[in-house]
């Protein structure tokens, strides 16, 4: 099947992106001062602003700036493994051989540094009220796997999960939790900025990001001891010797000035973006009323999201027969109801970029073997449940039913309704 587009909706002459860098004048201005100071380097006054600005907005005491958010993960990780299962004097430790708990509905790049340390993710399924990780499904894996002693936790496209709940059952088990607010920056729960949730935590300024610096990630964390461990390791790891003396392993991590320069550019722009995003969230909310579709959910008692991406998910009984192998999918258009597919195909034939949910850790052949818990229990055990989906396995639901829209917040008005009016025409 393809979109029908019989009532030939013309497309928009530039692309409406998902989520594209938004750049405001600031941004080469501080670039520019790094050239003609020569601060061409992984040092500089960009960085140590970047790094001020980050802790004074978000309320954490310590932040690194780091070449990507996936860098600040990775040091996480280690500082995780050297806290759990290390020997601090030596800086050694890792996650060697052992089950570490994780988002299971994100990008990979949240669980991939457990695997660089050699930690085994076991991934929790996802809840409907923020398509976070579930607590209850957290407390079943503690069941479980009683022995594990770190979670790593996403908010997935700028909404907080249930951070409170999380927590508590984390303090009960004796866990410390890493925080993944790649995508949340600037979101807040009770009043508190993601980020400082957990022991270690992480943002990212990748190009699609609320804000950006075209690259470029934070690791940030109260603890001066971990802040310093990243900085020593982030930059190869030198002893204090007059030439190059290692004593542990080192990475080549930190942030460049002139990507610092951008980020520093953008941060007095952020909330202004959280502003032009949510109006887009709340634009897509009222558009589409009436049909049998709803938005990403979010906490509206507790949390203010970001709202890096407006999503919508499908109502089960709208759903027309959708059918999704590795790499190919199908679908068999019905009178009235609609899938994703059909909507991003749609929204593509107009020119804008819609992208699918992230499709599942569990489901995902690169984590095939891993461990992944409902809250009824070992998700893999009732293999039912994975190839035909089920209510039990949220994860797989969420993926099947909803889509990421055009989020871009350089998108005008007069566009977004047309991408409303196309996504209205499949369900005709
Ligand atoms: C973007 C992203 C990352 C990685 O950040 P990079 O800066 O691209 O390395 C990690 N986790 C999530 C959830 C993300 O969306």
Redesign the pocket.
């Known amino acids: 099947m393809a979109f029908d587009n019989s009532k030939k909706y013309e497309a928009f002459d530039k692309k409406i992106w998902l989520a594209s860098p938004t750049m405001h004048g600031e941004e080469i201005e501080y670039v520019k001062e790094a050239y003609e100071t020569n601060w061409m380097s992984t040092v500089g006054e960009n960085i140590n602003e970047v790094e001020r600005i980050t802790c004074e907005k978000i309320g954490c005491k310590y932040s690194v700036a780091l070449s990507?958010?996936?860098?600040a993960?990775h040091m996480a990780m280690k500082l995780a493994g050297l806290k759990l299962y290390g020997q601090p004097d030596v800086g050694h430790g890792t996650l060697e051989g052992k089950r570490v708990f994780a988002s299971d509905m994100?990008?990979d790049?949240?669980v991939n540094p457990i695997v660089y340390e050699g930690g085994i993710p076991v991934f929790i399924d996802t809840e409907y009220d923020t398509w976070n990780m579930d607590p209850v499904a957290l407390e079943k894996a503690f069941e479980i796997y009683p022995e594990v002693k770190l979670v790593v936790m996403?908010h997935l496209y700028g909404t907080p999960g249930k951070v409170e709940e999380l927590k508590a059952i984390c303090d009960k088990h004796g866990a410390i939790i890493i925080e993944?607010a790649?995508?949340s920056l600037g979101a807040t729960y009770k009043g508190a900025q993601t980020g400082t949730f957990g022991k270690y935590n992480?943002i990212?300024?990748?190009g699609n990001?609320i804000i950006t610096g075209s690259?470029?990630?934070m690791l940030l964390t109260d603890s001066l001891e971990a802040a310093n461990k990243v900085r020593k390791w982030s930059t190869q790891a030198r002893e204090n010797a007059t030439w190059y003396q290692h004593e542990e392993l080192g990475y080549n991590y930190r942030m460049s000035n002139v990507i610092a320069g951008v980020i520093r550019g953008q941060y007095p722009h952020l909330e202004e973006h959280i502003a032009q995003k949510k109006a887009i969230y709340e634009r897509y909310k009222e558009g589409l009323k009436g049909l049998p579709v709803s938005m990403n959910p979010y906490d509206e008692k507790n949390s203010e999201p970001n709202f890096w991406l407006s999503c919508l998910i499908i109502d089960e009984e709208a759903m027309c027969k959708q059918v999704r192998g590795e790499k190919d999918v199908c679908y068999v258009k019905e009178q009235g109801k609609s899938c994703p597919t059909e909507i991003l195909e749609a929204i593509a034939s107009i020119n804008a970029e819609g992208r699918p949910i992230w499709k599942p850790m569990h489901m995902q052949p690169v984590y095939r073997m891993n461990g992944f818990i409902t809250k009824e229990g070992n998700g893999r055990a009732r293999t039912n449940a994975y190839i035909a989906g089920s209510a039990e396995d949220v994860g797989i639901d969420i993926f099947n039913r909803g889509l990421c829209l055009p989020s871009d917040n350089k998108m005008t008005e007069e566009q977004q309704d047309k991408i409303i009016e196309v996504i209205r025409a499949c369900f005709e």
């Open positions: 990507a958010g996936t860098a993960l994100t990008f790049a949240t996403a993944d790649a995508e992480c990212s300024f990748n990001k690259a470029g990630g």
